[in-house]
């Protein structure tokens, strides 16, 4: 089963505007991380964050994490037409070796 | 980085034949996962590729179904057996980055995917 819970499922936006979406997960992790798919293609790593980490920032990119919560957000700033994409979180749980649980994605659509 | 390459990167198949995935990395790599994402969903993982040493599954995923193969540390492949409709999904390989021998890694690198439609 998926570990990851997303919201919204979809976000449709202006060029300009923010963009913010959530991640909510069950158990204990290592590591949380954002992803970006374009029209069903490959992944694209946006950033991680791990479990002893509030918040990062990369670029445009700012998420922070509440382990108290099992919760994460991405904020997009200034979004741009080019970040219209799905954006998934996946979590690696502890002594996972690499393994991955993904959310159910956010599509995001920006508009010019 | 890693840079990861898959064939076919697409196909279309008939119900009840088999298809082999192909993935290659282009320097060496311990682990290497493959991802299934159906239509309109997000990741799911199918099984970890260990090299020498047989697939290790995921629930719900069994070696009949879908046989791998994992050679050496740059290459590895996935076969979907026997398929049928709801087989039809993109199919991902992907490596784990970071320093090797430890239980966490950084970000993971994806291949380009294989979208596979059965009819």
């Known amino acids: 089963s998926q570990q990851g819970e997303e919201d919204p499922q979809a976000l449709s936006i202006q060029e300009g505007e923010n963009a913010t979406m959530n991640c909510s997960y069950k158990?204990?992790?290592?590591?949380l991380q954002w992803y970006r798919q374009n029209s069903g293609r490959g992944l694209v790593h946006l950033i991680l964050?791990?479990?002893?980490?509030r918040e990062k920032h990369s670029g445009r990119l700012r998420v922070t994490l509440d382990t108290s919560k099992k919760s994460s957000s991405l904020l997009i700033t200034a979004s741009r037409a080019a970040d219209t994409a799905s954006y998934f979180c996946?979590?690696?749980?502890?002594?996972?070796?690499?393994?991955?649980?993904f959310g159910a994605g956010t599509q995001v659509v920006v508009t010019p | 980085s890693a840079v990861i390459s898959q064939k076919p990167s697409r196909d279309i198949c008939q119900r009840g034949t088999s298809l082999t995935i192909q993935c290659q990395v282009d320097?060496?790599?311990?682990?290497m996962f493959w991802y299934r994402q159906q239509p309109g969903q997000s990741l799911t993982l199918i099984a970890t590729?260990?090299?020498?040493?047989?697939?290790?599954?995921e629930s719900g995923f069994v070696i009949d179904k879908f046989p791998i193969s994992r050679p050496n540390l740059t290459f590895s492949t996935l076969t979907v057996s026997n398929m049928s409709p709801e087989d039809s999904s993109i199919y991902l390989c992907?490596?784990?980055?970071?320093?090797?021998?430890?239980?966490?890694?950084?970000?993971?690198?994806f291949g380009p995917g294989t979208r596979l439609t059965v009819l």
């Open positions: 158990t204990s992790i290592n590591n």
């Open positions: 964050i791990r479990s002893n980490e």
């Open positions: 996946a979590t690696a749980l502890t002594d996972s070796w690499g393994k991955l649980q």
């Open positions: 320097s060496q790599v311990t682990m």
């Open positions: 590729a260990n090299q020498g040493s047989e697939a290790t599954y």
């Open positions: 992907s490596v784990p980055w970071g320093l090797a021998g430890l239980s966490s890694y950084n970000e993971q690198f």
